[in-house]
């Protein structure tokens, strides 16, 4: 889910507001155009789907009794998803993006990280903890 909505928010270009691009109005478009509503609904939808894969991952990792990355994964989802929605806690987000690109290279660095992880173990599970996944 991921993977495709950052495709579509990427071919749907969102519309010039806030200042974003140089040049751009100040303040909301007055209208938004078809991609930039796709857009507005494709990038929250991956970022949710991006933020419940750390949880996803935080579950596994506990079940394999790997404490320190399991705390890691919430931690790191807690922080991607409040700085994610920061600049909607505001009147205007107008100013307000330097939240939501930390949190994009926060999570961006944590799915490296997690790649690296499982490319040398695919499994993702430490030898001899295989019996205690079974039990659940």
């Known amino acids: 889910l991921f993977g495709a909505c950052v495709v579509a928010g990427g071919i749907l270009l969102t519309d010039p507001a806030f200042g974003f691009p140089a040049g751009a109005p100040a303040g909301q478009a007055k209208e938004m155009s078809w991609h930039g509503i796709g857009h507005a609904i494709a990038f929250p939808l991956g970022f949710v789907a991006l933020v419940a894969?750390?949880?996803?991952f935080a579950r596994r990792y506990r079940r394999a009794r790997e404490r320190g990355w399991a705390a890691a994964c919430v931690a790191i989802g807690v922080v991607v998803f409040v700085l994610s929605m920061w600049p909607n806690l505001a009147d205007?987000?107008?100013?307000r993006f330097a939240p939501l690109w930390a949190a994009m290279v926060l999570a961006f660095g944590w799915v490296s990280i997690m790649?690296?992880?499982l490319q040398?173990?695919?499994s993702g599970i430490r030898p001899g903890d295989e019996r205690s996944l079974r039990r659940g």
């Not at 894969?53 to 996803?56: D, G, K, L, T």
């Not at 205007?92 to 100013?95: A, L, R, W």
């Open 120 to 122: 040398r173990n695919p």
């Open 115 to 117: 790649a690296i992880r």
């Open 92 to 95: 205007s987000p107008e100013g």
């Open 53 to 56: 894969s750390f949880f996803v």
